[in-house]
């Protein structure tokens, strides 16, 4: 399933992400020797349609001559089928980004490969760069809350997300060996600039610095829950469409990282058969805490702080409506 490479292939970067199946068998693990030794691994299109990180690799090697690195790099481009088609995933694929902590199927087999050819290599530093369906501001988000990490992190936002579920993620793998960011820079094809320029500058790094989250002036957030749509339910956003059995508010995206107070309308919900499910980190519905129904309306029983609430229907029935989150005083 996995090609592993030593070079960079003729043409990759000439090439848009819906092009590589033209350079690529599919996914592809690319080791390019650097004067330092201990590489730097970046990681890319694990949903084929976050284009940002593939592009700002494009830019990279624009400045860099693969042959003359002044550190070791390894970039792993992940779902190549979706990205030819400009999707998340395939219909029968597993998320790329949700095997990253088993050892059964054949796409989790490729990722164990990876993990541990990297450990192998000592890896330095490890970024997964992808992109939002929602409005969210540029943040990072990181598995452990050590210095190292949280400074790996500034270096990209001020903002950081803390989250250790979904604990089958690429980045959560890495933290366990080496400090690791997940980043998030906006919707596809935003944000090319800043990730070519975080990758620089951690590329540049003797080491990672380890300052505290008072130092960096960060403001970091816990996710705390995840917002899940049962099975069956139909959604919508056109407020004129009452045939949908829920129909979130208009502008359900500029929630993200807003403080919302008890009382928020957050939609409506047309028919009484489904009730949004709200799973705290460790598994259990926590819906009754969060969300209240007075008539059709849908309403915010406590305090929230929503991240990547998304409008794309596919997305939410694929994976999720978004996260809630808490403020993180370090
Ligand atoms: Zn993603």
Redesign the pocket.
Known sequence: MLEILDEIPEGLFDHGPTELHKILKGPTLIHLKGEKERPLFVSTL??GN?TSGFLALQKFFQKYDQKNLPRSLTIFLGNIPAATQGLRKLEFQEDF?RIWAGNKTEAEQMATSIVSEMKKKKVFAAIDV??NTGKNPFYGCVNRLLPEFVTLGSLFSKTLVYFIEPHEALSMAFSKFCPSTTIECGKPGEGINEVCSFIEEVYHLDEIPRKRAHELDMQIYHTLARIKIPVGASVTFDQEDKSKDFCFIKDFDDLNFEELAPGTLLGHRYSGNFEILVIDETGVDISDQIISYEGDKIIAKSTIIPSMFTKDIKVIHQDCLGYLMEKLEL
Do not use: D, I, P, Y
């Open positions: 694990l949903h976050e980004n992808h992109n």
